[in-house]
Every structure is written in structure tokens, then in C-alpha cells.
């Protein structure tokens, strides 16, 4: 994933409470990247 995807992945989490709290129930990186794909995100070495 490019810089500029996931600043742009990051911001939308962070603005969306929803999605924030989402991503803090996960408690592996493949579940996360999982997640991220689905929001339609690259989601490979996202976090």
C-alpha cells in the first residue's frame, strides 16, 4: 500500500468513531489487514 493510501486509511479511521473502535477489538495484524480490505484498502503491512 502506498504512504498516501494509508494516511488516507488512517484519517478515515481515526475520524470515524465507528471504525475506530473496530479496529481496536482486533487482536492480530491478519485480522486487521482482513478488515482493512474490506473497507477496501490494500490492507498488506498496514499495521
Known amino acids: 500500500m502506498?504512504?498516501?493510501?494509508a494516511r488516507?486509511?488512517?484519517k478515515r479511521v481515526k475520524n470515524e468513531p465507528?471504525?475506530?473502535r473496530q479496529a481496536a477489538c482486533?487482536?492480530?495484524r491478519e485480522e486487521r489487514?482482513?478488515?482493512?480490505?474490506?473497507?477496501?484498502y490494500?490492507?498488506?503491512r498496514l499495521f
Do not use: N, Y
Open 2 to 5: 502506498s504512504i498516501e493510501k
Open 42 to 44: 490494500g490492507g498488506e
Open 26 to 28: 482486533f487482536q492480530t
Open 8 to 10: 488516507e486509511f488512517i
Open 18 to 20: 465507528d471504525l475506530l
Open 33 to 40: 489487514r482482513r478488515w482493512a480490505r474490506g473497507l477496501g
